[in-house]
């Protein structure tokens, strides 16, 4: 397969599943597993799966994410930005599009009504994503996993802790786990 | 330097939102509302709002709609390139060693950890929609309760509970539900 073709073929096959896609980055990525794994055989089954990992832990927004693990691995660094630019594209668009006519819209009587109905509605999807994720956090059974989960939401929903220190000492604590489990493995 | 202060704030959120989606929002509010002020907490929810019901991303929705409010078209591309840096750095250096090595072990130990806490942080920016939802930011008080808001909130729940209801369906019904309530007082 020639280099261009492949790019090409990466660029019209992410947009579309980019500006097609509503509802979050776990859905972007089992997308883009039937497209490149199942539709176009150009990712084995299980590395397609690593990548999804790898896609998840980074930092950042899972979809962009997966287009840039899908690009690198099928093209390299060019693939990797063709993924990108046409991850965000989409988005970009149609997000200017509307803030330009924001001001004017939030003003409207019925607009501002419906959004203000849609807090409650947003309010409600949140709590309903919460009540997902941490059910999976208890149901671990681990007693620091809990113990994290309630401390964080103290310390930013009560003390009002700046989220990036809980982030980052999240993240010093599983280096150190990581660690402690080696030595104990070695 | 405006563009410069959007590009370093969604840099921020970028490089720390781990988890994808609804992560990046306690971040996003951190940053937008309660730092720099670009966003009340009425329009923050008006951009959870448009987020999910546009394709893309939450974070570079956010990124789009707060650098076209603050910065035009330029300032949309600086906080969009700052939102993105930190996952292309990171994603093909991880995607490299991984397609070296194959060895996530250390990843799966940090993403362990910090799963908690970010429901828990989800948590917290969903209490302060709510919070502004109930009350708009005024007093929180049992007399000063928006009855309505509540209701709506409640019958969301539920149908996200116990029907297969898609989230943009049910915040559409909630949107049309106020419109209708106070049309006809």
């Known amino acids: ?186 | 330097m405006i563009y410069w202060q959007l590009f370093l704030s969604f840099l921020q959120i970028g490089a720390l939102s781990f988890g994808g989606g609804y992560a990046a929002m306690p971040l996003i509010e951190a940053q937008i509302v309660t730092s720099h002020g670009w966003l009340t907490t009425t329009e923050f929810a008006d951009l959870v709002t448009i987020a999910e019901m546009t394709p893309g991303p939450i974070a570079v929705n956010a990124a789009t709609f707060v650098g076209t409010k603050i910065g035009g078209i330029p300032g949309a591309l600086a906080a969009t390139a700052g939102c993105i840096l930190p996952a292309c750095v990171l994603v093909t250096l991880i995607a490299g060693l991984y397609l070296k090595y194959r060895d996530l072990s250390v990843l799966q130990s940090v993403l362990g950890t910090l799963r908690p806490a970010v429901v828990a942080m989800i948590a917290s920016a969903g209490v302060s929609i709510l919070l502004n939802a109930f009350w708009g930011g005024g007093t929180i008080s049992l007399k000063e309760t928006n009855v309505i808001m509540v209701g709506i909130f409640v019958l969301c729940f539920v149908l996200l509970r116990r029907t297969k209801w898609s989230p943009i369906a049910v915040m559409v019904l909630a949107g049309v539900l106020n419109l209708a309530i106070s049309m006809f007082p």
């Open chain 1, 1 to 186: 397969m020639k280099r261009k073709h492949v790019l090409w073929k990466l660029f019209v096959s992410t947009l579309y599943l980019s500006a097609f896609t509503f509802g979050g980055g776990y859905v972007i990525v089992t997308l883009m597993k039937e497209k490149f794994v199942d539709e176009l055989h150009w990712i084995e089954e299980d590395e397609m799966l690593d990548l999804i990992a790898i896609a998840q832990s980074a930092p950042g927004a899972i979809a962009v994410n997966g287009a840039i693990v899908v690009g690198y691995k099928l093209a390299g660094l060019p693939g990797a930005l063709v993924a990108i630019a046409a991850t965000i594209l989409p988005p970009f668009v149609v997000i200017s599009a509307i803030s330009f006519f924001y001001a004017l819209f939030r003003d409207n009587f019925v607009v501002s009504r419906l959004l203000a109905g849609m807090q409650a509605g947003v309010a409600a999807v949140i709590a309903s994503v919460v009540w997902d994720m941490g059910g999976k956090v208890v149901k671990q059974k681990s007693v620091l996993s809990v113990g994290i989960m309630l401390a964080a939401f103290m310390a930013v929903c009560v003390y009002r802790v700046n989220v990036v220190i809980v982030i980052l000492t999240c993240i010093g604590l599983g280096i150190l786990r990581a660690l402690l489990a080696g030595r104990k493995k070695a």
